[in-house]
């Protein structure tokens, strides 16, 4: 112990003692680590009860009294503590903020169970569960799960819902859950096992560019080809944001040298875009994997004129099915509305005027809803010429502005929002909403 000069015993001890006592830096640091999985002292979060269960009556039908604990607001946080005591690999597969990915798991169990118990014993209805189960199998097969890790999961799921029913539950909730929870994982297994090629390809990011404040345009080659539809999306594995998977639309078709170009915008909020638009660079690796989706241009007989509308990097899938379009010697007429906020953000339209160039049945309408970039967008640049002027207003209202377009298959793509209100629009003005197809945001 170090006196301080004129500092007398007594105050010396006390100071030493008040040093003692104080958290170190480093305590301070590590003190929202978990460490029970090193120090082999699980800390069990369903361990002591609730205060306040959920009732559970003897009169609810045990599929049903399922679905209420499974749908309780508790059930999310408790289920997500459970699964990282369950096993490390979920501390891997799941996001850190789990709450997205299980809310989804939420919704699709409640909606299993409560089709289940409304069957009474229709073997088609409770086979369209099974049948999701096996899509949902094919989709995991991106996780590359084990025995293993179906059975922990199960672990985790039932002391959860035992947890939350506290007293009410008995036997009868625990073999429900025990034959539900086996002929679903049965199916997942199902689907994985029917999946052809890998389930995951490594990809690695050559060139970024960055056309807009909040856009980022990133190239890649794949380890090996990805095989795509045009107008398809590819779950989308970053180093970004670790267990986060999310769907981007390749903006041009597969093709055998692997090259994959995706548009990204910075959502605020979103638990990717940000991290990825701030920190891609070249080098970087990706995980790639199942290609999903319908939005596609129908050549059936008898060929329809096609309407697309993209909003902001929605351009993507459609300017990947126009690449598409120009390998065919006939083609439908096109006629592509292209919108954003501002004239700067029509950050792929000299993309679209070279396509246009050598394409006479492509038509492309520039869209903006101010009629200005902001001071702080940079020094402006002039947008390429179209054969139509660049139109104000939000896309909604420039597109019915010219009819309802009836007679045209209708593409979009875009934001949830824009979706909504583009469908919405179009409808009212007497587009048959059979004719509009879009990719599920």
């Known amino acids: 112990m170090v006196r301080i000069p004129g500092e007398n015993a007594d105050d010396a001890l006390s100071r030493a003692t008040d040093d003692f006592s104080r958290p170190s830096d480093v305590e301070r640091l590590v003190s929202d680590i978990d460490l029970s ?20 009556s003897t009169a609810t039908p045990p599929l049903l009294a399922l679905r209420d604990l499974v749908t309780d607001p508790r059930f999310t946080d408790l289920f997500a503590r459970a699964l990282r005591e369950a096993d490390p690999d979920f501390r891997e597969l799941f996001p850190r903020d789990a709450s997205g990915v299980l809310g989804e798991f939420v919704r699709a169990m409640s909606w299993a169970l409560e089709t289940v118990e409304n069957a009474r014993g229709d073997e088609a209805e409770v086979a369209q569960v099974v049948e999701f189960a096996r899509h949902l199998g094919a989709d995991h097969r991106k996780l590359e799960l084990s025995t293993r890790h179906h059975q922990r999961f199960g672990e985790a799921l039932t002391s959860t ?36 090629g890998p389930a995951r390809v490594g ?33 989308v594995l970053t180093p970004y944001t ?40 070249v080098g970087d690796r990706w995980v790639l994997a199942r290609p999903r989706g319908l939005l596609e241009v129908d050549r059936t007989e008898p060929v329809r004129d096609v309407l697309m509308i993209a909003g902001g990097t929605g351009i993507a899938p459609l300017r990947c099915l126009l690449m598409d379009m120009m390998r065919h010697g006939a083609n439908p007429r096109v006629h592509l509305f292209y919108g954003a906020r501002h004239p700067g953000d029509l950050y792929d339209l000299p993309t679209l005027v070279d396509l246009a160039a050598t394409a006479p049945w492509l038509t492309i309408q520039p869209v903006s809803e101010e009629d200005t970039d902001p001071w702080w967008a940079g020094a402006r640049q002039e947008l390429p010429r179209t054969l139509h002027r660049r139109q104000t207003g939000t896309l909604v209202d420039v597109v019915t502005g010219w009819g309802s377009w009836a007679d045209r298959q209708v593409l979009l793509a875009g934001s949830p929002e824009m979706l909504r209100a583009t469908v919405r629009g179009m409808v009212a003005v007497g587009t048959p909403r059979e004719n509009i197809s879009f990719d599920r945001p």
């Not at 539900?180 to 199902?190: D, G, H, I, P």
């Not at 267990?243 to 995706?262: D, K, L, T």
């Open 203 to 235: 990809a690695t990011v050559v060139e970024v560019l960055r056309p807009t404040r909040d856009v980022v345009v990133v190239r890649l080659i794949s380890d090996v080809m990805v095989d795509y539809h045009p107008g398809q999306h590819l779950s």
């Open 242 to 281: 670790p267990g986060v998977w999310r769907r981007f639309s390749p903006a041009m078709p597969a093709n055998p040298a692997g090259q994959i170009e995706f548009h990204v915008r910075d959502v605020p909020g979103g638990a990717l875009s940000g991290s990825l638009v701030r920190g891609v660079g």
């Open 161 to 196: 819902l035992r947890h939350l029913a506290g007293p009410g539950w008995d036997d009868r909730l625990s073999t429900t859950l025990g034959t539900v929870y086996r002929v679903l994982t049965t199916a997942l297994r199902e689907g994985a096992a029917a999946g052809h």
């Open 37 to 56: 999985p090193y120090l082999d002292r699980a800390d069990d979060p369903v361990e002591a009860p609730l205060p306040d269960p959920v009732p559970v």
